[in-house]
């Protein structure tokens, strides 16, 4: 009968120890990074978002302007005043809409919450004068997910 030494079992373990260790470091890296390039694919959404409405302002003559696959988290809130604060235009010069899909809820016009994260185009259309603002000038629509046709 011969008898194995406890010694050499041991060490086993413990490399197993260690491979386990590194390997839960490296996932944990992993899911940093690609937390990390969600949280910049937002912000760099956000700052398309507001660029396409700034571009739409500035030409204020019925085309339509398109930021295509901007990146949304759930739970983000878009009010029809803080866009047009940061347009520098009117409170009421702006107007939300939607498409129909469930992630999308679209109060009034002036709000629109997302139900869940989502990949979409937004679509800008400002006028010189509306006629359901006539004051407003420029007058923009803002639509997340639904195409604006070229006259409304």
């Given at each position: 009968m011969k008898i194995c030494n406890n010694k050499g079992q041991a060490f086993d373990v413990f490399k197993l120890l260690i491979g386990?260790?590194?390997g839960l470091a490296i996932l944990i890296?992993?899911?940093s990074i690609i937390n990390y390039l969600e949280t910049w694919k937002i912000d760099v959404s956000k700052k398309l978002l507001a660029e396409g409405l700034d571009n739409a302002v500035q030409t204020p003559n019925g085309?339509?302007?398109?930021?295509k696959n901007l990146t949304f988290q759930k739970g983000q809130v878009f009010s029809a005043k803080s866009?047009?604060?940061s347009a520098g235009i009117g409170g009421d010069c702006i107007e939300l809409q939607s498409?129909?899909?469930s992630a999308f809820s679209l109060e009034g016009g002036q709000f629109l919450e997302l139900r869940s994260g989502?990949?979409?185009n937004v679509f800008?259309?400002?006028f010189q004068s509306y006629l359901p603002n006539p004051d407003c000038r420029p007058y923009c629509i803002v639509s997340f997910g639904k195409?604006?046709?070229?006259?409304?």
């Open positions: 386990a260790a590194i890296i992993i899911i085309e339509v302007v398109v930021r866009l047009a604060a498409s129909s899909i989502i990949l979409s800008y259309q400002c195409e604006l046709k070229k006259n409304p």
